[in-house]
């Protein structure tokens, strides 16, 4: 086995995760920051998501970039593995973004959506949301995810505050200590949050983080 692809002990599994999931959100906040920002009020979910991927793949080839991107691979709306679907009826999460240091590799799925006139919190919230981690459609073999939000309109504390809102406990199957709090994963990216969910199916609870992205143009 290698020296860039080797399986970690267990004693430096957390921490190793730990850096990965900081890792990944860096990641984000630095093809996001490439983005021409006048043009994201416009543009559907796919778009945003592409022109970030397009970015981080830039990061990746950019000779001024720390060393360690080196370790990661990103991949632009990939298809989803399971034993009920096959080929083009496979779901779609919208990032991924995967180690290349360690076996079994970590892999974090994003799920984007957009917040604004015509697109609501429920739809974020719902089963093709949030949902897609809490049924195990996205990431059944993981215990972290993340959902990113997109807001075209208002602000970021505005709809963080109508996510909050309309987050159920029993609906959302929030577990002990799992409430919507806020968490510094970078100072980057300012509106990030964490929630935990009980998931059916004998899966782990999942932990996951929520990023809003102010795509207003502003």
């Given at each position: ?13 957390l ?92 892999r ?29 459609s ?7 995810g ?32 799992g ?40």
């Amino acid at each position: 086995m290698n020296s860039h692809s080797k399986e970690i002990a267990p004693s430096k599994a957390l921490a190793y995760r730990d850096a990965f999931v900081t890792h990944v959100h860096i990641l984000l906040w630095m093809g996001y920051s490439r983005l021409e920002r006048s043009a994201l009020p416009n543009l559907d979910e796919p778009a945003i998501s592409g022109l970030i991927c397009e970015s981080i793949e830039a990061v990746f080839d950019d000779a001024t970039s720390p060393d360690w991107v080196d370790e990661y691979d990103v991949y632009d709306d990939p298809p989803v593995h399971d034993r009920q679907r096959l080929g083009k009826y496979r779901r779609r999460v919208d990032i991924k973004l995967k180690s290349r240091r360690t076996r079994p590799r970590l892999r974090f799925c994003f799920e984007a959506k957009l917040l604004g006139s015509n697109n609501r919190v429920a739809e974020y919230l719902g089963k093709e949301g949030l949902g897609r981690f809490l049924d195990g459609s996205y990431s059944s073999d993981q215990t972290i995810g993340g959902m990113i939000a997109y807001v075209q309109n208002d602000d970021c504390d505005g709809w963080c505050s109508k996510i909050v809102a309309k987050l159920d406990a029993e609906a959302h199957k929030i577990g002990r200590g799992g409430s919507w709090t806020t968490v510094t994963i970078t100072n980057d990216l300012p509106h990030t949050y964490r929630t935990i969910h009980k998931r059916t199916k004998r899966l782990t609870n999942i932990t996951i983080l929520h990023t809003l992205l102010n795509c207003t143009g502003k």
